[in-house]
């Protein structure tokens, strides 16, 4: 997937099984990757220096955590050696995968948290960290979307005003990140091209049934081919011979 970046296809490569990259993964993790592959293409190691680097910030990560929980000395070094001792994490760490990465932007996120539910003020920088770094935990996995819905049910269960706006500022910056994005591949004027729109829900109690993309008249396109997704249809509006929007309804995302 991050060659497929760098080569200016997107994510709109195909897997051996025949699936589509974008179809499977959040495009986070390959965005990470790409300037390292783009530096060294002909060799893993510097991924795998990523992926070690990123499995040892788990750990003063987690320590700082626990600090500022109050937990003692001795329970926190019993936590440390029981992640060192996991199989799972070492595999995390010893593999080109998003996973460590993953619960280093989540590590970082509740540490911002923390300090985000002590400040007074409800927008400052650490509410941009906050959604930042919840939006990263949302595009390295797709399992971030779950830790964010429950993250906003929390702070929606504090029934204090402060919290509640807290929610709001959540959702909609996270909402923002995680929203419909498009993936392309090269394309040059005058030639076909292939978009591939990814559309997350983006809440866990209810589901998204209706999908609209508008195009730009600045940039007009004469005829799109639209292939057949199960459980949906779809309908091309065309104004004036130029594809104005693409409509697709009747289906369902969980």
Known sequence: AAKALLAGHGLTGHLPSGEVVVGLYPPGFSALLAPLVWLWP??????????????????????????RRRWGFAPRV?????????????????????????????????????RWMDDPRVLSRLA???????????????AGLGLIAGLFLWLLLGRHPRRLARATVLAAG?????????????????KPAMLLFRVPNERAHALTTKVEVQFPQTHPIAAVTVPR?????????????????????SGAIR
């Open 42 to 67: 002909h060799t893993f190691v510097p991924l795998r220096l990523l992926s070690v680097l990123a499995y040892a910030g788990i750990f003063p990560l987690t320590w700082l955590l626990l600090g």
């Open 174 to 190: 996270v909402g923002a990140s995680a929203h419909v994005t498009v993936v392309t591949t090269a394309n040059v004027r005058g």
């Open 78 to 114: 019993a936590v440390l050696v029981a992640l060192a001792l996991g199989p799972p994490l070492a595999t995390y760490g010893s593999m080109v995968m998003a996973e460590a990465p993953f619960v280093d932007a989540l590590l970082l996120l509740l540490l911002a948290l923390d």
């Open 128 to 142: 941009v960290a906050v959604v930042g770094l919840a939006g990263s935990v949302v595009w390295l996995k797709e």
């Open 229 to 249: 997704v199960a459980g949906w249809r779809h309908r091309v509006r065309v104004l004036d011979g130029i594809v104005d929007t693409i409509t697709w309804t």
